[in-house]
């Protein structure tokens, strides 16, 4: 996949994003791990994301995942790569900065880090609304950008997926 395309992708999702988000009247927020801040960053690259973007947290290490509420003990039995707390990661970011949405991002972008059970490109993402948390997990390909970027490309398609139309 070559960069370019992927960037294409990525703009044409984010304008889809904000014209869904401002006509219904949504906001939302990001926990960040393994992409750093960088869906943050996508977001925010269009004139008048404030509308609709409340803002977000990088929680890259553990010490700061626990200081904005994710438990010692999800992080101790699952890991900070896991599905549980993906789940938390975006429940965090949708009540501690009182938004509609929450997103939360962790995996491993590499170049070390995996492991056999928790592999290179492995990153799970999740979306939490008032009621509902979906979390989805990917084995991302490349080099550490292309993975963060891909990484960020993937929640791009589960918010517009997840968000009504009308």
């Avoid at 290490?61 to 994710?70: C, L, P, Q």
């Avoid at 549980?84 to 949405?101: H, N, P, S």
Wanted: glycine share 10%; with cysteine; proline share 2%.
């Amino acid at each position: 996949m070559k960069r370019t395309n992927i960037n294409v992708r990525i703009n044409i999702k984010l304008k889809t994003l904000a014209n869904i988000l401002k006509s219904r009247n949504l906001t939302m927020s990001v926990c960040e791990s393994c992409t750093g801040g960088m869906l943050g960053s996508m977001i925010t690259s269009l004139p008048g994301s404030s509308f609709y973007f409340a803002g977000g947290i990088i929680a890259y290490s553990n010490a700061v995942k626990e200081k904005f509420g994710i438990q010692h003990r999800i992080l101790l039995r699952y890991g900070a790569v896991s599905k549980q707390t993906a789940g938390e990661m975006a429940k965090i970011a949708r009540q501690q900065l009182m938004t509609d949405i929450g997103i939360g991002i962790t995996g491993i972008a590499g170049p070390d880090g995996g492991s056999k059970g928790k592999p290179l490109g492995l990153v799970y993402i999740a979306i939490s609304s008032h009621d509902t948390v979906r979390i989805e997990r990917y084995l991302l390909k490349g080099r550490r950008n292309e993975i963060r970027h891909k990484a960020c490309d993937k929640a791009l398609d589960m918010i517009i997926d997840q968000l009504p139309r009308n």
